[in-house]
């Protein structure tokens, strides 16, 4: 059974940072796709970033230059350190992983989109204050 466990939310004033943490359990292949979405009230869920098990990484405009990926493979976890925090990144943020495929489907989408993914994580909030 596939488990995502996302930590590291939380609140912060705007220009700050924080690191979202992802774990990852059960999942058997070595190839993968992992990334991010994010949902803010009101709005729909939207792709923030992707990362590929080959490196290859795609970032939603909104974020490039502000976000960027990290990983632990000896602890099976993604990281994604967020920089220059705006209130408009106030979200529920989830974590995501499937077959490298997809992030070869957002390359050449140039989008992110939820259906993509089977394995999604329970999500964590991630609060920006002007």
């Known amino acids: 059974q596939v488990q995502l466990v996302e930590s590291g939310g939380g609140s912060v004033q705007a220009g700050g940072s924080l690191r979202l943490s992802c774990a990852v359990s059960?999942?058997?292949?070595?190839?993968?796709?992992m990334g991010w979405f994010r949902q803010a009230p009101g709005k729909e869920r939207e792709g923030v970033a992707s990362?590929?098990?080959?490196?290859?990484?795609e970032y939603a405009d909104s974020v490039k230059g502000r976000f960027t990926f990290s990983q632990d493979n000896a602890k099976n976890t993604l990281y994604l350190q967020m920089n220059s925090l705006k209130p408009e990144d106030t979200a529920m943020y989830y974590c995501?992983?499937?077959?490298?495929?997809?992030?070869?489907?957002?390359?050449?989408?140039?989008?992110?989109?939820?259906?993509?993914?089977?394995?999604w994580g329970q999500g964590i909030l991630v609060n920006v204050s002007s």
């Open positions: 059960g999942y058997i292949y070595t190839n993968y796709c």
């Open positions: 990362i590929g098990s080959d490196g290859s990484t």
């Open positions: 995501v992983i499937d077959r490298l495929q997809m992030c070869y489907a957002i390359q050449a989408l140039g989008a992110m989109y939820d259906r993509q993914f089977e394995f």
